[in-house]
C-alpha cells in the first residue's frame, strides 16, 4: 500500500506520495536498481505480457522506483500521469515526437532553450513536419501562425535566459480552437510556482536536473499530462525508443522532491532579496527579476504565477567584456551552464548555451551580449550580495 492521499498538503505528499513499502519495511524509497525482473511461472510472464496482470518486466517499461518517483511528480504537478525520462531534452524530445507525423505543423516561442529549439526548428523538419516560431508573449502571433495541420504548440515561462513571460491561459486557448495541444516547459517557474495544466496546457515538461534534484548530482525529466495523452501520444514513444531514466537517478530524484519546497522557496526569498539589492546597481544596465513590480509583465505574472524565481537576468554594462570581468571577478558562485542549484551560478548565455545563434537571432530571443543569468542557491544570501557587489565593482 501507498500512504498517498490527494488531501494531504504538498509538503506532506512530497515526502510520502509514491511510496510503497516491501516487506522488509524501510524506512526510505527502497531503490531497485535492475534491469528485469522475474516471474513465478511460464503462465506469469505470459499474462504480464498480455498486460493482464500487474508488476514490472523490464526497466525499459517500468520500474518501481521510477514508479514512485512518477507518481510523487502526478502528485506535485496535478496531473493525471507522469512518466520519468533520463533527461529533460529526452522528455521534450518525447513529448513532441510523440504527437506528430509527416505533414503536420507546430508552433512554438522563439526564445526557448537552446536544445528546445533544436528539436523543433531543425529535428522535426528532417520527419516532414513544419514548424514555425513566434514572438511569444505576442497572441496574435500564434493566432497568425495556425494552419489546418497543425498539431501542437511548445513554449517555456518565464524564458531561458531573458525571464520573459508568456500568457498561458491566452496561447491554451488559441491551442484548443486550432484543435492543437499545448506543451509547457515549466522548468523555470518551477512545480511550485506555475501550474499550466490548470491554466490550460495539455501536457507539461520539466528538466527534473533543476530544481527537482537541485543538488547538481544526476539527470532527469518528466512529462505530465492527462493518462489519455501519456497513453495515445507518449508510452508507445517511450517504450520502443528508451530514453529510460535509471533507477539511480528516480531515487535521487525522489529525495530531492522531499526537501523541494524548502529549496524553492529559500532560493526565491533571496533572489527576491539580491535583486531589490542589486536593482540599481551603476554597473547594470538593466536587472530583470519576475517577482520585481517593475517586470514589464508584472501584472501577467500576478495572474498566472504564485512566486517569484530562483533566477535573475543581469545586463551588466560594457557588452561581453563586462561581463566576463564580472563573472572572472566572483569568488563565491560559480561559472556554470547548470541552474537550480544548492550552488549559486552564473552563465554568459551569448557564449555558451545560446552560442550558436546569430547575434540578430539573439537580440530577438532578448540575450544582449552583456547578459548574465544568475541562478540563485542555497548559501547565505548577504555572502551572495557581497560576492556580486565586489564583481561588479570590478567592471
Ligand atoms: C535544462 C533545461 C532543459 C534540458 O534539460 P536536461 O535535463 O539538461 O536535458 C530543457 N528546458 C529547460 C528550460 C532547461 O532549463
Known amino acids: 500500500m501507498t500512504t498517498s492521499n490527494p488531501d494531504y498538503h504538498l509538503e506532506t505528499r512530497l515526502v510520502h506520495e509514491g511510496h510503497e513499502r516491501t516487506p522488509f519495511g524501510e524506512t526510505s524509497e527502497a531503490l531497485f536498481l535492475t534491469q528485469g525482473f522475474v516471474y513465478e511461472s511460464a503462465e506469469s510472464a505470459e499474462r504480464r505480457f498480455l498486460n493482464e496482470e500487474p508488476g514490472s518486466s523490464y526497466t525499459r517499461f517500468s520500474n518501481p522506483t521510477v514508479t514512485a518517483f512518477e507518481e510523487r511528480m502526478a502528485s506535485l504537478e496535478g496531473a493525471e500521469a507522469a512518466r520519468a525520462t533520463a533527461t529533460g531534452m529526452a522528455a521534450v524530445t518525447a513529448a513532441m515526437m510523440g504527437q506528430v507525423q509527416a505533414g503536420d505543423h507546430v508552433v512554438a516561442a522563439r526564445a526557448l532553450f537552446g536544445s528546445c529549439r533544436w528539436v523543433v526548428e531543425d529535428l522535426l523538419p528532417r520527419f516532414g513536419v513544419a514548424c514555425t516560431l513566434v514572438n511569444g508573449p505576442n497572441l496574435d502571433e500564434w493566432r497568425k501562425a495556425v494552419r489546418p495541420e497543425t498539431k501542437a504548440f511548445l513554449l517555456e515561462t518565464p524564458a531561458n535566459p531573458s525571464l520573459e513571460i508568456i500568457d498561458v491561459a491566452g496561447v491554451a486557448a488559441i491551442a484548443r480552437e486550432a484543435g492543437a495541444t499545448l506543451t509547457v516547459d515549466n522548468v523555470f517557474a518551477t512545480p511550485l510556482f506555475q501550474r499550466p495544466l ?77 535583486a531589490n539589492a542589486l536593482h540599481d546597481h551603476p554597473k547594470l544596465r538593466r536587472l530583470t527579476y519576475p517577482g520585481r513590480p517593475d517586470h514589464p509583465q508584472a501584472e501577467l505574472i500576478c495572474r498566472q504565477m504564485n512566486g517569484g524565481s530562483t533566477m535573475i537576468a543581469l545586463d551588466v554594462e560594457g557588452g561581453k567584456e563586462g561581463a566576463f570581468r564580472f563573472m572572472n571577478a566572483l569568488r563565491l558562485i560559480c561559472i556554470s551552464n547548470n541552474l537550480g542549484d544548492a550552488k549559486s551560478l552564473v552563465t554568459h548565455p551569448a557564449t555558451t548555451t545560446h552560442q550558436r545563434f546569430a547575434p540578430e537571432l539573439r537580440a530577438e530571443m532578448g540575450i544582449p551580449d552583456g547578459l548574465v543569468r544568475l541562478s540563485v542557491g542555497l548559501e547565505h544570501r548577504e555572502d551572495l550580495l557581497a560576492d556580486l557587489g565586489q564583481a561588479l565593482e570590478r567592471v
Open 198 to 274: 490548470g491554466l490550460g496546457a495539455d501536457c507539461v515538461v520539466y528538466s527534473a536536473t533543476k530544481h527537482i534534484d537541485g543538488q547538481g548530482r544526476c539527470l532527469g525529466g518528466v512529462i505530465l499530462a492527462s493518462t489519455e495523452f501519456i497513453e495515445t501520444k507518449v508510452q508507445q514513444f517511450l517504450r520502443m525508443t528508451g530514453p529510460t531514466i535509471s533507477p539511480f537517478n528516480a531515487w535521487v530524484l525522489l529525495k530531492g522532491l522531499e526537501t523541494l519546497t524548502l529549496r524553492v522557496e529559500r532560493q526565491t526569498a533571496s533572489a527576491g532579496f539580491l
